[in-house]
């Protein structure tokens, strides 16, 4: 059974730092790419970060550049999210995504609320 489980989400003052984790489990980690996307209220779900399978290289959404930080550890099926310098606009719901050529899963999402 696949399975994305996020965790460390929660509420943090402006400026302040969280770390999301995502573990996964059901599938082969070290062949999926592995992304952050968020949704805000009223918005559409976007892309924060992903960091590819076979070098590691990471791509970030152009407002999260040089405060965020995507890296995944193989040996615990685990993708994080370093998030510091967090603004009240970066409130959403925060998704887990692994992807393998055309095979996508999804995990449930943790809500990350920034207050001014």
């Known amino acids: 059974q696949v399975q994305l489980v996020e965790s460390g989400g929660g509420l943090v003052q402006s400026g302040g730092s969280l770390r999301l984790s995502c573990t996964a489990s059901?599938?082969?980690?070290?062949?999926?790419?592995m992304s952050w996307y968020r949704q805000a209220p009223g918005k559409e779900r976007e892309l924060v970060a992903s960091i590819t399978s076979a070098d590691g290289s990471t791509n970030y959404a152009d407002s999260v550049k040089g405060r965020f930080t995507i890296s995944r550890d193989n040996a615990k099926n685990t993708v994080y999210l370093q998030m510091n310098s967090l603004k009240p606009e970066d409130t959403a719901v925060y998704y887990c995504k692994a992807r393998h050529i055309f095979v996508a899963y999804w995990g449930q999402g943790t809500q990350v609320t920034v207050s001014s």
């Open positions: 059901g599938f082969t980690f070290t062949t999926n790419e």
